[in-house]
């Protein structure tokens, strides 16, 4: 009894500091995306990817979630992006509050889009909100296509499910119709985009996903209303 109470406290308190991270973002019109899944599942690799298909048209910022080293970071920094490495020092997710300190060394103004990578790990992560505007698991064909059962709380408070290092599907047995469904099971319209980072033209989607949720998209695209309308509930090969 004494631990759901500590766990409940625990809780409440990030939730509160998740409420002014928000606060913040939404001040600042820039949207936040908390990006998840198991370690080296690819979600450095895939910001690497969308960010230059961002860059032209939108300010993009990053903070890294790690428990050691600033490989992310530095990484990140390569691309010429603002970037924040937070590291955990044992901690196997990001919470609110850590996300609050780092946003200190953080400048929003003019930033359209934050991301944040949280540690690799596809169960502690989904349970702390951060004050995203967006969760994003990333689950990769090596990882097996059982992942959306055995961890299924990840897979439930996604927005967006990208399915990742498709370049490797004939080496493994990965089912994307499989997984999808598995997938699908908490909401049957849950977008699931099937990429590659090694693969020219296989991030595309993703990107134009992040750019529709942009507060400033609306008036800048005029395709903006088919993008909402035609990406959930499909399967994507790039
Ligand atoms: N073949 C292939 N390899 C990939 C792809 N994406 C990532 N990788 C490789 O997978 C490994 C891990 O990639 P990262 O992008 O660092 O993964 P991560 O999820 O950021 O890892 P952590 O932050 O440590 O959890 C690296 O060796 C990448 O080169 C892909 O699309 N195809
Ligand atoms: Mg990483």
Excluded at 75 to 90: C, D, F, K, S, Y
Excluded at 218 to 233: F, K, N, W
Aim: include cysteine; proline fraction near 5%; charged fraction near 25%.
């Amino acid at each position: 009894m004494k631990i759901e109470v500590l766990r409940k406290s625990l809780l409440a308190t990030n939730e509160r500091a998740a409420e002014e991270n928000r606060s913040l973002f939404d001040r600042h019109g820039t949207v936040a995306v908390n990006l998840m899944g198991g370690a080296g599942c690819g979600k450095t690799s895939l910001l690497e990817s969308i960010i230059p298909q961002l860059r032209p048209r939108w300010s993009v910022g990053v903070l890294e979630g790690d428990i050691a080293t600033t490989r992310d970071a530095e990484r990140i920094a390569a691309l010429g992006v603002p970037v924040v490495q937070i590291l955990t020092e044992g901690g196997c997710h990001l919470t609110a509050s850590l996300v609050q300190h780092a946003l200190e060394r953080m400048p929003l103004e003019g930033m359209d889009i934050l991301f944040i990578e949280n540690v690799g790990n596809p169960i502690c992560p989904a349970n702390f909100d951060l004050g995203e505007h967006h969760r994003v698991a990333v689950l990769s064909v090596t990882e097996g296509d059982d992942k959306p059962l055995k961890y299924p709380y990840l897979f439930k408070v996604a927005d967006l499910v990208v399915v990742s290092k498709a370049d490797l599907l004939s080496a493994t047995d990965f089912d994307v119709e499989e997984a999808s469904r598995r997938i699908r099971t908490f909401d049957p319209c849950k977008p699931i985009m099937v990429t590659s980072a090694r693969t020219f033209g296989m991030t595309d989607l993703v990107a134009e996903w992040f750019e529709a949720r942009i507060p400033g998209y609306c008036a800048d695209a005029v395709d903006q209303r088919e993008l909402a309308t035609t990406l959930p509930a499909e399967v994507w090969f790039g």
